[in-house]
């Protein structure tokens, strides 16, 4: 657990926004356009963009894109049907998507240092 403890500190800013972003979902009536807009919006956006986020500060950690996934868990079972599980493997997906772009990007920027002295 020690090995791993530097490796989820950095995660738990990440978890916690996200955390209260899917808790928005009970506050927000299924039947209605915009449950939709959020969940096929503006929930895929956030995730890409703070794993993006998360890849370029701290590199491809895998299980980042496990927790995005299961903190949706709740939000099914609250409010929206199990039907609506695949969205938390697509947020996972995305997630991982966002990670490995900013990892990509974060090593190639550590690879090729600016070297305009």
Not at 43 to 51: G, L, M, Q, T, W
Not at 62 to 79: D, E, G, H, K, V
Request: glycine fraction near 6%; hydrophobic fraction near 50%.
């Amino acid at each position: 657990m020690k090995k791993n403890l530097p490796l989820l500190i950095p995660v738990l800013p990440y978890l916690i926004m996200t955390s209260f972003i899917f808790f928005i979902l009970p506050t927000l009536d299924p039947n209605s356009k915009y449950f939709s807009f959020f969940m096929l919006l503006i929930i895929p956006a956030y995730c890409f963009i703070a794993a993006f986020i998360y890849g370029l500060k701290n590199g491809n950690v895998w299980f980042y894109p496990i927790f995005m996934s299961i903190i949706f868990l709740p939000s099914i079972f609250m409010i929206i049907e199990i039907k609506a599980l695949i969205y938390g493997g697509t947020y996972g997906a995305v997630a991982i998507l966002g990670m490995c772009l900013g990892s990509l990007l974060k090593k190639r920027k550590d690879d090729n240092p600016d070297s305009e002295e």
